[in-house]
């Protein structure tokens, strides 16, 4: 797409709300409100006190709607929806499940990912699971189906690496399903472990997208498939372009290329380029915001040697800038993959989560920080909307 | 009082499934098997179902049946003249 077509729907996308964050956490979902300066924030009693929330997601097609991917310790998963912006909630009447006689055995542990659906499509969402199982909705989260094309591929048992040893969000589940806004029909996914998947005829069959991704926790480093994507996005206004922070490095993909650049190459060495968000710019696709962890020796997933920072480009990844004035000096907190996001005011602010329960804000491009919350269970997700 | 003969057996509901019986612990269902008990749970509570059996008919792994003291994880199981159902949780979490 050319810039000049970027920059005017730039334009139009710009925020002059004030921006709301939803929480999910290990034991509930809040919400932080900010006024319109973003300089105060108001933290909200919790909903779903004790509940395991994966994922809460405001629909950018009707913000009053909003899904929350939930289970308890106990319990097994469900979706909650709200049609009046999270001040009231219903369970979904058919929470996403695979098959009954699936033939893997497969019953859903967690829904651990939401994706509102394409524009034309306003009941439309996606949800991903561990185990790494797609679903979808036609009527705003109330009843879901799985995507057979997906869930029955008859690779998906070679694709999908799914041990069930783990809790989510540790472990293995699906996660950045993308639409891409210009082909409803044009998905990506990603599984950990697996890799990053492609479907061109609306989920109907699926081919792997994974070539220059490093894969150094195997014999073949150079498998088509087995990686771990750890966050994928699109930017929205340059479909093309494609972001990815991976167990083993950052990397960018130009459609209709299909060999990722390592654009993580360009960290610094003492830094690394292990992560798990990755979030980008609203109006430029150039801009990227990543949260490195130390990925050495017996992976603490802690910010490298307990600095924590932010690191950013402008250049689409030729060069990388540390950005942790106001982050404290040191910490030893992990910033999940769906712990970090971006609201489009300009200059843009960025938000990042702590397993800590800590949620930190930037109201300048990530240029300097100040915390906004404490005190609160391990973050999952931290969304705008 | 006792309950008419086909009131169907008293099943106690632990606390993180009260809110679909809107706080009752202790409600009724009909069913010869464990399975069809939590099935008429389910008509009843719409809901509570699939948070205590999963898709493939499996009780999910935190979750436990009793049948007066004999602790049960097999939804065909006959409740054999048992008047009393305990859904539980298992240990979990922290």
Redesign the interface.
Known sequence: MPRSTVDDRAQETRATTAPVLRLGTRKGAWTLTADAERREWALSEPTFLGHVVQHVMADPRDPDRVLMAARTGHLGPTVFRSDDAGRTWTEAGRPPAFHAGDPHGRAVRSVFWLTPGPAAEPGCWYAGASPQGLFRTDDHGDTWAPVDGWNDHPSWGSWAEWPDVEGTPDGSMLHSVIVDPRDAGHLYLALSGGGVFESVDGGADWHPLNRGCAADFLPDPDVETGHDPHCVRLHPLMPDRLYQQNHCGIYRLDRPAERWERIGDAMPRDVGDIGFPIELHPRDPDVAWVFPMDGTDVWPRTSPDGRPAVYATRDAGRSWHRLDTGLPPRGWFTVKRQAMCVDDHDPVGVYLGTTGGEVWASADEGATWRQIAAHLPEIYSLEIG | MTPPPDAGVRVRI?S??RSYTRGATEVRARGVTVGEVIRDLDRQF??LG?????????I?P??VVWLRDERCRDLDAALDGVDEVVLM??L??G
Request: no cysteine; hydrophobic share 30%; aromatic share 4%.
């Open positions: 632990p993180p499934l719409p809901g699939f948070r205590v059996v999963d898709e493939q008919d499996r999910r935190h979750m949780q298992a979990s979490g």
